[in-house]
């Protein structure tokens, strides 16, 4: 089996119907400074076509098997506090050129860089590119190979001149070296009623396991951003799939009831739960806002509220008159009937909060990306 860095595994996912990052597998030799990005097969460098790229962030087109692991890489670094966004991704000939032109020999000639292949990232933080003594950088170092992201090394001071701790590679299918593969682009897992699991991928390949049937996936679907989150229909016999975008996908006995895909977001979706029925859902935003579909009722939200850490996730109550939203931090906020029983905000915690289940009326569990579960009620 090889490694599946940060996979949303299927532990406890009887338990709680939300992702839990497995520890970090080692990268093997994929992640290596010598070691390169591959070309994408039947194209030509910076003339990708719109069906090989999916938009990981505004800034960010990128290939779309790279996508999910340099989404999830993202994401860890918000939900720890660390200030990390993108500048580009994918880049097409044209902008080669005028790259070549204003930076000469720091630009790799037309035709020639990662960026045209959308398997190379320019990050910044909240003052513009990093710097090597960025604290930004210093947790790539850390943290980017188990999602098969690369600093290579040309890019490290003494490779050549050109300096660029931003610039990093996406190695994860192994590279030009043929490494081990670091597999690291399942978002999440559903748990069955009736037991076993649905895991999910960025670009909406499922999953089953544990004897939960299995009623397909959206990898067919022409995406445009990630699956982030999902939900089970209530006997267990269907699931929903949900886009950063606010894409909804039903399949099996899941209905269809609406999404926000297409219309604005000031923030992107980052999860959903259905309502006792199975005939609603609900879909909650990064900044806590919040989105009721088919007989799921609006009981409030965070959005346009200042938040510490963003929201990661959310669950109903067993009524379904209510639910609630946990941040990054563990902070719990309570709607309609759902009764707060303790958080982890304020509390030092070893990794972040990715998510939350009901356990009953007025109980709930709270997981952490390193596997830890914290109950109340």
Known sequence: MRPRSLVRAAVLAALVSLALPAAPALAGPAVHPDNRP????????????????????PSCVAYRPA???????????????VDLGTTECYRPLDNQVRERQRF????????????????????????GGLT????????????????????PGWARPGGGGCDEPWHWEWVGDGGAMGGTPVEADVMGVVSQPAGGWWSFTGLGAVTAGGGAPSHGGAEGVPLSRLVVGGAAT??????????????????????????MGGRFL?????????????????????????FAFGDAGFYGSMGGSALNRPMVGMAATPSGLGYWLVASDGGVFTYGDAAFAGSTGGMRLNRAVVGMAAAGPG???????????????
Request: with cysteine.
């Open 104 to 127: 000469g020999p720091c630009a790799a000639p037309p035709g020639t860089s990662q960026h045209g292949w959308g398997k190379a990232v320019d990050l910044r933080d909240s003052r």
């Open 38 to 57: 591959t070309p994408v097969p039947g194209r030509s460098n910076g003339k990708l076509q719109s069906g090989d790229l999916i938009t990981v962030q």
């Open 132 to 151: 090597f003594s960025s604290p930004a950088f210093r947790w790539l170092q850390d943290n980017a190979w188990a999602y098969g992201w690369n600093h």
């Open 67 to 81: 996508a999910a692991s340099l989404a999830l890489l993202l994401d860890a670094a918000r939900h720890e506090g």
């Open 234 to 259: 209530p006997d267990g016999g269907g699931y929903w799939l949900v886009a950063a975008d606010g894409g909804v996908f039903a399949f099996g006995d899941a209905r269809y009831f609406g999404s």
């Open 363 to 377: 109980a709930y569990w709270l997981a952490a990306s390193d596997g830890g579960v914290f109950s109340f009620g």
């Open 266 to 290: 000031h923030r992107p979706i980052v999860g959903m739960a259905a309502t006792a029925s199975g005939l609603g859902y609900w879909l909650v935003a990064s900044d806590g806002g919040m």
